[in-house]
C-alpha cells in the first residue's frame, strides 16, 4: 500500500498495475472504505460499488460519460450501469481478480465528480 493514512485518495495517480500482484485483503479493503464515503464492497470483497442518485435519465446519462471520460483519463475503467434517476458505478482490477488501492483511487476521483 503506497497511500499514507492521511493521504487524499483522489489527489493520487493510478499505478500500472501487473499480474501477480496480490488483491488488498479484506482487512485492508475494510481501513480503506472510511476513505471513499457513499461506496460499498462486495462480492468477497472483490469489487467496490456505489449508486448515485439523479432527478432524471438525462443527468444520470451525463454523469455516466463523465466517469467514463475520467476512467478513460485514468486508464483505470468503471463498470457502469445507469437508467433514470441512477448511476451505477464499479471498480475492480482485473489482472487480480479483486481490490487494489487503484480502485479507491478511482472511487475517490468519482466522489469528487458527483
Ligand atoms: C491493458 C489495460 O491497461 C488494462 O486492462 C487495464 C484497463 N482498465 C482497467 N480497469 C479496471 N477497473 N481494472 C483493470 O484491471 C484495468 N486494467
Known amino acids: 500500500m503506497s497511500a499514507t493514512p492521511d493521504a487524499d485518495l483522489a489527489a ?3 499505478e500500472p ?3 501477480g500482484m496480490p488483491a488488498l485483503t479484506p482487512d ?3 481501513a480503506l472504505l472510511p476513505r471513499v464515503p457513499g461506496w460499498a464492497l462486495k462480492d468477497g470483497p472483490d469489487r467496490i460499488e456505489r449508486s448515485f442518485a439523479f432527478p432524471d435519465f438525462a443527468q444520470a ?3 455516466a460519460v463523465r466517469v467514463g471520460d475520467l476512467c478513460e483519463a485514468e486508464g483505470h475503467h468503471a463498470e457502469l450501469r445507469y437508467g433514470w ?3 451505477a458505478v464499479s471498480f475492480w482490477t482485473h489482472k487480480i481478480n479483486g481490490l487494489h488501492e487503484n480502485d479507491f483511487i478511482m472511487a475517490a476521483k ?3 465528480l458527483a
Open 85 to 87: 434517476g441512477f448511476c
Open 12 to 14: 493520487l495517480r493510478c
Open 17 to 19: 498495475c501487473r499480474g
Open 110 to 112: 468519482v466522489n469528487g
Open 61 to 63: 446519462q451525463a454523469f
Open 28 to 30: 485492508a479493503a475494510r
